[in-house]
């Protein structure tokens, strides 16, 4: 009896013991990986999921937006602005989105300029009092030329915050300086499509400013100057002093962060 006691003893504390050398065994790293670290895994294309976004403009009407109807129109889903010969400006127009203000974000924007178009999604912006139509603040530029597509500008204020391939720091004083760069602006311009559909993605967090275009990032500022910068305000598009031109966009959508 004693033997089968001591027996049994003795198969338990072997079955104990391969229980935690095979529970040991599992958690062993594999070979070149530490031990208790995860494996490794890389970034992936994102997907075309929209979650969070809202569309704000409805293809139909001008629900939700005001400015100057001798500018802006809906046509064929998209909303219009155009200035012809006879209705040329003396200051820059916009159309105001009244649905909200803009505060950290992202919005996804489909555009189309003529080639001597000039326009520009403004957002965090205010209305300039007296002046209908006009409007102060960050702007996503865009024109039909090779100059300023994609850069961050500031509408009646400290104008190019960076330019298309700069990565810029802007601090008191209203100064701004390139600290990095994004590529070459005329490799950059090579991604925008001339008299086509272009996508906008702004990403708008804080005191970043990013702005992409096609996939492509164009421009970006980080702003730490504390008397100028806002981190809330109005969202509108522009029609622009100087020749005729037409601008076209579509697909707008905002996804508060």
Known sequence: ?????T???????????????????QQQAPAGQQPNRPAQSYPVPASSDDAGFEPIFDGKTLKGWEGDPKYWRVEQGCLVGEVTPETLLKQNSFIIWRGGVT?????????????????????????L????????????????QDRWTGQVYEER??????????????????????????????????????E????????????????ILNGHIMSLVIDDDAKERRFDGLLGVQVHVGPPMKIEYRNFRLKKL
């Open 129 to 144: 009092p007296g002046q209908p139509w006009v409007m102060k603040g960050y702007q996503a530029d865009i024109e039909g």
């Open 103 to 127: 505060r950290d974000f992202e919005l996804k924007v489909e555009y189309r300029v003529s080639a001597q178009g000039n326009s520009g999604i403004n957002y965090r912006s205010v209305e």
């Open 196 to 211: 086509d559909w272009n996508q906008y993605h702004l990403i708008v967090r804080g005191n970043v400013l990013l702005h």
């Open 7 to 25: 027996t049994l003893k003795m198969s338990f504390l072997i079955t104990a013991l391969l229980g935690v050398a095979i529970r040991a065994d």
């Open 157 to 194: 204020g400290r104008t190019f915050m960076a330019l298309r391939g700069q990565v810029t720091h802007a601090t008191e004083g209203g100064k701004r300086e390139i600290i990095a760069t994004l590529g070459e602006a005329k490799e950059l311009q090579a991604w925008v499509k001339k």
């Open 1 to 5: 009896m004693h033997i089968m006691k």
